[in-house]
């Protein structure tokens, strides 16, 4: 079985190369010019920048970017690792906010048909809203564009939790509910002992979805709201027509996404059990 | 009138039918159980049984009737009553230990950490499972699943045990085996126990008295059967005994041919039957002296064959 994991990481590296080997001979620069067009004449001779830099430039400026994430020089030139500081900040408030209510409601939900009944209407006419549609009425409420950002992560990771831990809840199975009935535990003991472990892998799963879209989703909202974060930062090296940077960038918001979902990745192993 | 540990009086049942009408399951139901008595119940599939056990449990309501246990109605579930499953019920992300901790601590919640883990390790121990304190339930085999089950239910110390056919799912040699240990756990704590069985030896190995259910819809339990044979009981040894023939062949008689006719007394308490009444007397001494020998040698060769 090892010899599967080095085949699987030998033939990783070989892909890899081999993509940037494609790409590096895509973006070499063209050759001699016979001459420059009327556009390139308007535009003051051919611009490098305007073409799609290659990997040995998006490299070079990662290995730059890297070995200083934090310096701070000014509003508009940050380093990465702050750019990204601030959006892990924002997706992580406006996580925790949207659990702190998604949880103890669902359980609500998944424990009473009906609450269940009741809430069901609201939830599904919210649930496909685009979370980018507040924003104009958030901008407006809120008159704060770093809490409206935070805003917009609430919204959009609070529903997979909310369904993912009414609908777990809600199917514990009835044997363990007896189990508790049987030793005479109150409903508080009950949910803490019984139907929260049982219920926990679904809820991580829920969680597990929402922290990913609300990482899809601070992106956009912070390209929306500008200031700081990782959205920003792309959005505002593609005004500068700086496409190493942006694709640097791209890549970073790749890594991070990946480590929060696997940190709950984790988590889920942890409360995970067989029956 | 109460005087019994406990006294079902006109319990029955009744569902929709689906098509408008009303379906009752059982009617009627009345018996009494005295405190250290081992009470099997039989009937066929859908009599009613489980949901009988389940009112006990104060899991399930009936739909007329009670239940009143040591002069108090039975109302809810609760610590006084034990419970083991069919399906063993164990917290899957709790380790085996846990599981009885879980109980314990329900029970005696004013008890020390140190005297909680005591006290569910000696049940474990009882079960034979001291070497699986730390493995989930996923991990052991399901005759395993059923000690811990019945360990957590004695952990507890209820004054009633209500066992729901624990060993329908395990196989014949499993199932003798913990059978043994059932026994031997009853004798050393002479609890009062209420079970579902399927199985007429399971019953007769078991029980005190046997009651027998009629056939749904309306199920009765029509009759109560006396077990004339001495405690402690061994599986080996319980063939010998001239009462067991006797009765078994009356159980598997009411369950083949009767059950679908049979209806307790006029009062609705079951007949009291007594299938092997005088079969100590009617026994030749001499055939009695011979069983008793073969009785001996037989256990002599169990016991060679355990050694082995
Ligand atoms: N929710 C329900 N609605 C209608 N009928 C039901 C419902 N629950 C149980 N019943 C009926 O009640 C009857 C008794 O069920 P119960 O489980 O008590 O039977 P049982 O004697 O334990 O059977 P088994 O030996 O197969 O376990 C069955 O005939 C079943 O069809
Ligand atoms: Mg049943």
């Known amino acids: ?275 | 009138m109460s005087k019994s540990f406990l006294e079902v009086d006109g319990l029955s049942k009744v569902y929709p039918d689906g098509q408008g009408g009303e379906l009752t399951v059982f009617e009627d139901i009345r018996f009494a159980l005295e405190k250290g008595e081992f009470v099997c119940i039989i009937g066929h599939s859908g009599c009613g049984k489980s949901t009988i056990l389940n009112v006990l449990a104060g899991l399930d309501e009936a739909s007329a009737g009670n239940v009143v246990m040591n002069g108090k109605e039975i109302k809810g579930p609760g610590l006084e009553r034990g419970v083991v499953f069919q399906n063993y019920s164990l917290l899957p992300w709790k380790t085996t230990l846990n599981n009885i901790v879980f109980a314990v601590r329900a029970r005696w919640p004013e008890w020390s950490k140190d005297k909680v883990k005591e006290h569910s390790e000696r049940y474990l121990k009882m079960v034979g499972l001291d070497h699986a304190l730390n493995r989930k339930p996923s991990q052991l085999s399901g005759g395993m699943r059923q000690r811990v089950s019945i360990a957590r239910a004695f952990a507890t110390q209820p004054e009633l045990l209500l066992l729901d056919e624990p060993f329908g799912a395990l196989d014949a040699l499993t199932r003798g085996v913990i059978q043994d240990e059932l026994v031997k756990i009853w004798e050393e704590t002479r609890q009062t126990v209420f079970m579902i069985t399927h199985d007429v030896d399971e019953a007769i190995l078991l029980s005190d008295r046997i009651f027998l259910m009629s056939n749904g819809p309306n199920a009765r339990i029509a009759e109560s059967v006396k077990v004339d044979i001495p405690h402690p009981r061994a599986r080996a040894t319980i063939f010998q005994n001239p009462a067991y023939h006797k009765t078994r062949d009356y159980l598997v008689d009411f369950l083949v041919n009767r059950s679908g006719s049979a209806l307790p007394e006029k009062d609705g308490t079951p007949k009291i039957v007594e299938p092997a009444q005088g079969v100590a007397q009617a026994t030749p001494a001499s055939a009695d002296a011979e069983t008793e020998s073969d009785s001996e040698s037989e256990s002599d060769t169990a016991a060679r064959a355990v050694n082995a």
């Open chain 1, 1 to 275: 079985m090892a010899s599967l994991n080095v085949r699987a990481a030998l033939l990783s590296v070989s892909f890899l190369i081999l993509a940037l080997g494609l790409w590096e001979m895509a973006t070499q620069p063209p050759e001699a010019q016979t001459g420059l067009t009327e556009y390139e004449m308007l535009m003051g001779g051919v611009e490098q920048e305007s073409r799609v830099p290659p990997p040995s430039a998006v490299i070079k400026l990662a290995w730059a970017e890297l070995s200083d994430p934090f310096y701070d020089a000014g509003a508009n030139d940050k380093g990465i690792g702050i750019q990204l500081a601030y959006s892990v900040y924002r997706v992580l408030t406006g996580y925790l906010a949207a659990m702190a209510i998604a949880l103890p409601v669902g359980f609500l939900i998944g424990m009473s048909p009906l609450m269940y009944k009741a809430l069901n209407p609201y939830i599904q006419v919210l649930r496909p809203i685009s979370p980018l549609a507040w924003m104009p009425l958030a901008l407006f409420i809120i008159q704060d564009s770093d809490a409206s950002a935070i805003f917009v992560i609430f919204i959009c990771s609070i529903w997979p939790m909310l369904l993912n831990t009414a609908f777990g809840v809600a199917n514990v199975r009835q044997d363990w509910v007896n189990v508790a009935r049987t030793h005479e535990l109150g409903p508080l003991r009950t949910a803490i002992t019984v139907i929260l472990p049982a219920a926990a892998p679904t809820i991580l799963t829920g969680m597990r979805i929402s922290i990913g879209i609300a990482w899809l989703v601070i992106v956009a909202a912070e390209m929306l709201v500008g200031g700081t974060g990782i959205g920003y930062y792309v959005w505002n090296e593609w005004n500068n027509l700086d496409l190493a940077s942006v694709i640097f960038s791209i890549l970073m918001i790749g890594v991070v996404g990946m480590l929060l979902d696997l940190a709950l990745g984790k988590a889920q192993k942890l409360v995970e059990y067989n029956e």
